[in-house]
């Protein structure tokens, strides 16, 4: 079980003060962030949501659904199954990838951009592994329903936005009923280190207009039309 260390932030300045205390990147270590507005285990979307049959049965008929309907709607052809399975995450089919990001600003803001309907604290978590750690891997040709690893890697950019995001996926393989592999419970490396940040539901407006102010916002991270329209809505909105 992977160990880790829990701090609350209360302001944006709290939380990037927070970083500068981690130091510089020495070009040794690779450091992701994962931004939520609920505090909840880090397990992908299929792990998330129930249905009748095994949750892999469900996940790989989905998978193939959204490969035969949505090439018509794709600018280029993925070039392997893990392209196909980062645009099907992008476009919302529950799948076995988790968002990262080497961004700070851009987890902290997908923290706090939509108020929980729960009673929880939002949270940021903070990974961080050596560079040459095993767990991460150029390698995109593999079955990506047998794969038994798992796996963080930084995928191409064929969507727009997972490159203005400077987005990072893991890859979490399936074990048996219904059960993938996580990150914080399951993984044990002594290289790798998790933190998470927590934020008071109360707080995370204040921290969402300071963030705004600084011009992390909507249009900032997504950088498309559907989010410039959103942003300007928003903005002036009374």
């Not at 040794?28 to 049959?53: F, M, S, T, W």
């Not at 798992?150 to 059960?179: A, C, E, M, N």
Request: net charge positive; aromatic share 12%.
């Amino acid at each position: 079980m992977a160990n880790f260390e829990e701090t609350e932030i209360n302001s944006l300045s709290e939380f990037i003060k927070l970083i500068e205390r981690r130091g510089r990147p020495d070009g040794k270590r690779i450091i992701l962030y994962r931004g939520q507005n609920v505090d909840k285990a880090l397990i992908p979307g299929i792990a998330r949501h129930l249905y009748r049959k095994s949750r892999e049965v469900n996940e790989i008929r989905m998978f193939n659904e959204f490969k035969r309907s949505s090439l018509p709607h794709l600018q280029s052809k993925p070039n392997n199954d893990l392209e196909w399975l980062t645009i099907a995450q992008h476009y919302g089919i529950p799948t076995r990838l988790l968002d990262w990001t080497d961004n700070p600003l851009a987890a902290l803001y997908f923290a706090v951009s939509k108020e929980s309907m729960e009673e929880s604290s939002a949270v940021v978590w903070v990974f961080s592994a050596s560079m040459d750690n095993k767990i991460f891997t150029e390698e995109q040709n593999f079955d990506i329903f047998k794969e038994k690893e798992l796996k963080i890697f930084k995928p191409s950019t064929i969507i727009d936005r997972v490159g203005s995001q400077s987005g990072w996926f893991s890859y979490h393989p399936y074990r048996s009923q219904g059960y993938y592999q996580r990150i914080d419970q399951e993984y044990s490396d002594k290289d790798i280190r998790l933190h998470k940040i927590l934020i008071k539901k109360e707080n995370s407006k204040n921290i969402k207009h300071t963030l705004e102010a600084c011009g992390i916002n909507k249009y900032s991270i997504f950088r498309d039309l559907d989010s410039l329209g959103q942003y300007i809505f928003l903005k002036n909105k009374s």
